[in-house]
């Protein structure tokens, strides 16, 4: 009897999870917290570890969960040019001063 191995997941996705995962610590919040409404913590926990994909429509509501951009969920730090980066921090600040 052949034991079939699991594909092993891309590295994007697990550096994705990762950022993920940073971020939720970062803001003080468990899975529990980003996966409600519509969302359910054994799911986070999955794309945290890389063992999943997720949608288009969920990576903007964890974002939006998350307070970040999408950007920076997705793109690994020296992707982001320098200009890029200094509008984001200045979006965000925008943001946060507005609230």
């Known amino acids: 009897m052949s034991e079939q191995k699991s594909a092993k997941s891309?590295?994007?996705l697990k550096r994705l999870g990762g950022r993920i995962?940073?971020?939720r610590r970062i803001r003080g919040l468990t899975q529990t917290d980003i996966?409600?409404?519509n969302l359910t913590k054994s799911f986070i926990s999955l794309l945290e570890s890389g063992r999943t994909y997720p949608s288009v429509?969920?990576?903007v509501a964890?974002?939006?969960r998350l307070q970040t951009s999408m950007a920076l969920?997705?793109?690994?730090t020296p992707q982001l040019p320098r200009e890029a980066t200094l509008n984001l921090l200045a979006l965000a600040r925008a943001a946060a001063e507005s609230r």
């Open 21 to 23: 995962r940073q971020v």
């Open 73 to 76: 969920l997705l793109l690994e």
């Open 62 to 64: 964890l974002a939006s």
């Open 35 to 37: 996966a409600k409404p």
């Open 57 to 59: 429509a969920t990576l």
């Open 10 to 12: 891309p590295q994007w």
